[in-house]
T-cell receptor
């Protein structure tokens, strides 16, 4: 049981390049999330998908797009990468079926944009 | 959305009990309170979740007063390995009024000294 899997783990891009970060969960969770975390800072919500077929903006959606491909997969796309998007990106999923069933996080994708 | 406020940092010594308080003045009736722990270069990890009064598990206790406008995470007898960032989050859990937009606060950096 892998939980939440993010690919790639590391990536270096040049300004203006595009890239898609992949996230998959095998826990049959309904909701999925993308956060970014800048050095020394807390997590900020980029986009989320409360259920399959729906996506909504979080706190910092500018410069990003998402796709909830199916119940398992939720991808994050940078169409034209900028140095300000250098960060660690975390994907999370949540089932919200009962108490003590919180978000499960992936190990993160470390993205550097030169 | 319920916004959370925590102290930015705390220091403690090994063997002491640590209490971290989180304010969430506009918590909704159905919102649960969840605490996460994050080590450097890792995704957040679930510690404890509660709705009211007191919850205890093998690693921590969570105290929630009757008005639910704050909560206190209690870590008994901390060790060096408890040095981490601790986040409280409002809105997860069954029946929450939150449709999915889960916002992290800045977190509390706990430094445990020998």
């Amino acid at each position: 049981n892998a939980g939440v899997t993010q690919t790639p783990k590391f990536q270096v891009l040049k300004t203006g390049q595009s890239m898609t970060l992949q996230c998959a969960q095998d826990m049959n969770h309904n909701s999925m999330y993308w956060y970014r975390q800048d050095p020394g800072m807390g997590l900020r919500l980029i986009y989320y998908s409360a259920s399959e077929g729906t996506t909504d903006k979080g706190e910092v959606p500018n410069g990003y797009n998402v796709s909830r491909l199916n119940k398992r997969e939720f991808s994050l796309r940078l169409e034209s990468a900028a140095p300000s998007q250098t960060s660690v990106y975390f994907c999370a999923s949540l089932i919200r079926r009962g108490p003590n069933q919180p978000q499960h996080f992936g190990d993160g994708t470390r993205l550097s944009i030169l | 959305l319920a916004k959370t406020t925590q102290p930015i940092s705390m220091d403690s010594y090994e063997g002491q009990e640590v209490n971290i308080t989180c304010s969430h003045n506009n918590i909704a009736t159905n919102d649960y309170i969840t605490w996460y722990q994050q080590f450097p270069s890792q995704g957040p990890r679930f510690i404890i979740q509660g709705y009211k009064t007191k919850v205890t598990n093998e690693v921590a206790s969570l105290f929630i007063p009757a008005d639910r406008k704050s909560s206190t995470l209690s870590l008994p007898r901390v060790s060096l390995s408890d040095t981490a960032v601790y986040y409280c989050l409002v809105g997860e859990g069954p029946g929450s009024s939150n449709t999915g937009k889960l916002i992290f606060g800045q977190g509390t950096t706990l430094q445990v000294k020998p």
